[in-house]
Structure formats: C-alpha cells, structure tokens
C-alpha cells in the first residue's frame, strides 16, 4: 500500500512539475513575443518619424535697409522642435543662401547653455554662451540678434515670446 501511495505522490508530483515548466516555458514564450514599452514607443516614433520643416530667420540687405528673410529647413523628427530651431539657427546661412546674399547676425561660435518653454506664459526661456556678444556694434546688430532668435521660437503656436539670457543674465546683455 505504501508503495501505491508513494508512486502516486511521485506522479501527482511528477504532473504538477511538468505543468509548472509548461506553463513558465509558455511564459517566456509570450513574453519574448510581447514587444517592451520601449519598443512599443520606439515603434511609434518611427510611425510619427518624418522629417519636420521648420522655419529660421536671417536677413538680407535690401537697397541699404537689413530684412528679417524666412528659410524653410528640414530636420529629422524631435519632439523639441523649438530647440532645434534654434540649433539651425545657430549653425547660420547654407553656402547657397550666403550665395543669394542672406547672412545673420549671430556669431559662429555661439552655444545654446540651456533652454525651456513655459506653456502657461507661453515663453521661451534661451541662455546662450558669451559668443552671443562679442564684437557686437550697434543698435541694429543687437535688434537683428533678438529679432532672429525671437522670431525663430514665435513661429510655434505655444511661443509668444522669448527671454535671452547670456550666461544666465538677462540684465545688461546685447548692449551696443
């Protein structure tokens, strides 16, 4: 009787064992089918990934007077569309446009420090390195700095305005 007893605890045991691993090998199974939450968003990104044009501004002379001049750029996809047109902004006029005489204000080696968007104000803080500055001579220089960064950010609906800071200063920057 003990012998019955022990062979059927070693089959029921034997039976639940074997259903333990079907079950954790089905499991894995699954799971290597299922795609993770980053995949799912990466996924999605490569759906909304198509390139953005956004728009940057330089100027151009114009029988003697400086324009503010649009230029269409294409970038890839970001979510951060404000900031990277800014980065375009940064990076100046292609060979073709300094070509049809289009220039900017800003120095070449400027850097974008930091940035962010208050969206119950609608403003735009940027802080840029000390480049921003230099060498800057005159009233209309100045405008045309702040009229490029400024009109770069206000093409967005969520922009009204922008704050520049150097440094982290606002105060007594971009002074002819």
């Known amino acids: 009787m003990k012998k019955k007893n ?10 639940i064992l074997l259903i333990f691993v079907l079950g954790a090998f089905l499991f894995l199974q699954e799971a290597k089918e299922t795609p993770t939450e980053k995949e799912v968003v990466e996924e999605e990104e490569e759906e909304v990934a198509e390139d953005l044009e956004i728009i940057v501004y330089f100027f151009r002379v114009v029988d003697g007077e400086e324009e503010l001049v649009k230029v269409e750029r294409e970038i890839p996809f970001t979510y951060e569309i404000a900031i990277a047109s800014i980065g375009e902004l940064l990076k100046g006029p292609s060979a073709q446009e300094k070509e049809e005489g289009i220039s900017t204000a800003i ?10 968007i ?3 104000t609608n403003t735009a803080f940027v802080d840029f390195s000390e480049e921003l500055q230099e060498d800057v001579a005159g009233s209309a220089q100045v405008t045309m700095i702040r009229d490029q960064i400024e009109k ?3 093409q967005f609906d ?5 704050v520049i800071s150097i440094d982290g ?6 002074q002819p």
Do not use: F, G, P
Not at 6 to 15: A, D, E, G, Q
Not at 107 to 116: A, C, F, K, P, T
């Open 6 to 15: 022990i062979k059927k605890r070693i089959v029921i045991t034997s039976v």
């Open 107 to 116: 120095n070449e080696d400027v850097e974008l420090q930091s940035r962010s």
């Open 118 to 120: 208050n969206l119950d």
């Open 152 to 154: 770069t950010l206000q």
């Open 158 to 162: 969520n922009i009204d305005e922008a």
């Open 169 to 174: 200063e606002t105060e007594d920057i971009l």
